[in-house]
């Protein structure tokens, strides 16, 4: 079973940065799709940010130009750089890595909230 943990979330004010990280466990976190969820209160989830195996990205619209997803496979860690946050941008951030088996594993989530 592969274990998967988010991390940094917090409180900020609009426009501050953060920087959240998924670890995982398991030798093959290398070949994993990697994706980036949100959820805010009353609202479905939605996908912010993915990665490749190969480090390909892909952003959702919201976000482009102000968030970054980036891996370091050596760490099994997954980033998700987030600048020039918005209220909007408050929500519980979950991680998903996504195997082509059609095997999907989840973290627990981490809060982020943006309030002046």
């Known amino acids: 079973q592969v274990q998967v943990v988010e991390s940094g979330g917090g409180l900020l004010r609009p426009g501050w940065s953060l920087r959240l990280s998924c670890a995982a466990s398991?030798?093959?976190?290398?070949?994993?799709?990697v994706n980036w969820y949100r959820q805010a209160p009353g609202k479905q989830r939605e996908l912010v940010a993915s990665?490749?195996?190969?480090?390909?990205?892909n952003y959702a619209d919201s976000v482009k130009g102000r968030f970054t997803i980036s891996r370091d496979n050596a760490k099994n860690t997954v980033y998700l750089q987030m600048n020039s946050l918005k209220p909007e941008d408050t929500a519980v951030y979950y991680c998903?890595?996504?195997?082509?088996?059609?095997?999907?594993?989840w973290g627990q989530g981490t809060q982020v909230t943006v309030s002046s």
């Open positions: 998903n890595l996504a195997q082509v088996t059609g095997r999907s594993y």
């Open positions: 398991g030798r093959i976190f290398g070949t994993y799709l």
């Open positions: 990665i490749t195996s190969g480090s390909n990205t």
